[in-house]
């Protein structure tokens, strides 16, 4: 089965532009979450959606950052405008109502 | 609000080494706990749980036992491999219904030949 597929899986671009990430869960879970991985941070939670609806977004940085799930299949984490202290990796976890959440390979994205 | 603390990196043993990674929490009530394994280039992955006090969790020979007294849950396996070398992330969730994981820094593990 597939697992939870995130594109791209690299990103450079310069600071000020507009970056999107991309999401695609695994069929039939009901939860998507967005996190962001940094040496300083750590793991952190930006947003949780459930059943395509936004439920946590209390880790969303500011409002640079929105995150939409359009439908159960796609989600996207965008920046706008980008800056460079947003250079991380971030990944894209799904799971099925309280069981595991199973993690994307995840964006590692870079702003110049 | 709550909160991991593990036990900063890195580790370095020898194959078929003990290992130990500590791991505390702060929570209220009894917030189920995990340890996630994540190896390079890729995301991470549930090695193992235990959702409440004096459960152990265990997979591919690594054990966690769910501490309430002393709120930890450190992981531990007999004998290293080569192919444990990793990072390995202590996370809860709360009781209460929310979907929220905490993690722990992560703690980076490598076993040597």
């Known amino acids: 089965d597939a697992g939870v597929i995130q594109s791209p899986r690299h990103e450079v671009t310069e600071m000020g532009q507009e970056v999107t990430l991309r999401c695609k869960p695994i069929s039939g879970h009901d939860y998507l979450f967005w996190y962001r991985q940094t040496m300083m941070r750590g793991l952190e939670l930006l947003i949780y959606?459930?059943?395509?609806?936004?439920?946590?977004d209390s880790g969303m940085p500011e409002d640079r950052f929105s995150a939409k799930m359009p439908n159960a299949s796609f989600s996207t984490l965008k920046i706008q405008p980008s800056e460079p202290r947003d250079s991380a990796v971030y990944f894209c976890?799904?799971?099925?109502?309280?069981?595991?959440?199973?993690f994307g390979d995840g964006t590692r994205l870079s702003i110049l | 609000g709550d909160s991991v603390t593990q036990m900063e990196g890195p580790v370095t043993l020898s194959e078929e080494a003990f290992l130990t990674i500590n791991c505390t929490y702060t929570?209220?009530?009894?917030?189920?706990l995990f340890w996630y394994v994540q190896y390079p280039g890729e995301g991470l992955q549930l090695l193992l749980k235990?959702?409440?006090?004096?459960d152990k969790g265990s997979n591919k020979g690594f054990e966690a036992t769910y501490r309430k007294e002393t709120t930890s849950f450190h992981l531990e396996k007999g004998s290293v491999q080569v192919s444990d070398s990793a990072v390995y992330f202590c996370?809860?969730?709360?009781?209460?219904?929310?979907?929220?994981?905490?993690f722990g820094k992560g703690t980076k593990l490598t076993v040597n030949p």
């Open positions: 929570a209220t009530g009894y917030p189920s």
């Open positions: 996370a809860l969730r709360s009781q209460g219904g929310s979907e929220k994981l905490v």
């Open positions: 959606f459930n059943n395509n609806v936004p439920i946590d």
């Open positions: 976890a799904s799971s099925l109502g309280g069981g595991p959440q199973h």
């Open positions: 235990a959702t409440k006090a004096d």
